[in-house]
T-cell receptor
Framework: ELKVEQNPLFLSMQEGKNYTIYCNYS?????LYWYRQDPGKSLESLFV?????AVKQEGRLMASLDTKARLSTLHITAAVHDLSATYFC??????????????FGTGTRLQVTL | GAGVSQSPRYKVAKRGQDVALRCDPI?????LFWYQQALGQGPEFLTY????????KSGLPSDRFFAERPEGSVSTLKIQRTQQEDSAVYLC???????????FGPGTRLTVT
């Protein structure tokens, strides 16, 4: 059974600081997603990582994927209050073009304080 | 263009009642997924449709849960004889093709009292 673990589960950051969220998963996959969820809202796609060594950046967020280590990271640079939300990684265990069945991590609740 | 829509957004049911949750996927999207998100948890897969065919229902927690997509577009998730443990947000997602990126709807928050 695929397990996806995120840490930390809760992160309180000061504005302007840097930090990294980690996503470890237990079985081979070469497709990983990062989502953002605001309270009471649905999931907003942030990044799709499709291969080993993939790195994507958008604004203050940068995501990377190491399929050999089964690890993805979401790095936050110079945090701002607007980044406060819950962040989920999700692993796609589809093979050969069969349907994706996402397995989500437990989420990291990020709170950026002044 | 329009995204995935779900209705109702909120549903309160008394224990034992049946409920039906609707999902309108993005037009033209072949694949449709249902997920259940308990409070403070990540979403968990329930079931998957490709067009009208339900190809995976391995995540449905009991035989009280039933999903359909008769014409390959709108889907309905039905829960019979609701229990308190069914209280959760039910998310629908669609993707253009089988292994494509999934786009999520706003969810239906179900509260069973």
């Amino acid at each position: 059974e695929l397990k996806v673990e995120q840490n930390p589960l809760f992160l309180s950051m000061q504005e302007g600081k840097n930090y990294t969220i980690y996503c470890n998963y237990s079985t081979t996959s070469d497709r990983l997603y990062w989502y953002r969820q605001d309270p009471g809202k649905s999931l907003e796609s942030l990044f799709v990582l499709l291969s080993n060594g993939a790195v994507k950046q958008e604004g203050r967020l940068m995501a990377s994927l190491d399929t050999k280590a089964r690890l993805s990271t979401l790095h936050i640079t110079a945090a701002v209050h607007d980044l406060s939300a819950t962040y989920f990684c999700a692993v796609d265990i589809s093979w050969g073009g069969t349907a994706s069945k996402l397995t989500f991590g437990t989420g990291t609740r990020l709170q950026v304080t002044l | 263009g329009a995204g995935v829509s779900q209705s109702p957004r909120y549903k309160v049911a008394k224990r034992g009642q049946d409920v039906a949750l609707r999902c309108d996927p993005i037009s033209g999207h072949v694949s449709l997924f249902w997920y259940q998100q308990a409070l403070g948890q990540g979403p968990e897969f329930l079931t998957y449709f490709q067009n009208e065919a339900q190809l995976d229902k391995s995540g449905l927690p009991s035989d009280r849960f039933f999903a359909e997509r008769p014409e390959g577009s709108v889907s309905t998730l039905k829960i019979q004889r609701t229990q308190q443990e069914d209280s959760a947000v039910y998310l629908c997602a669609s993707s253009l093709y089988r292994a494509g990126e999934q786009y999520f709807g706003p969810g239906t928050r179900l509260t069973v009292t």
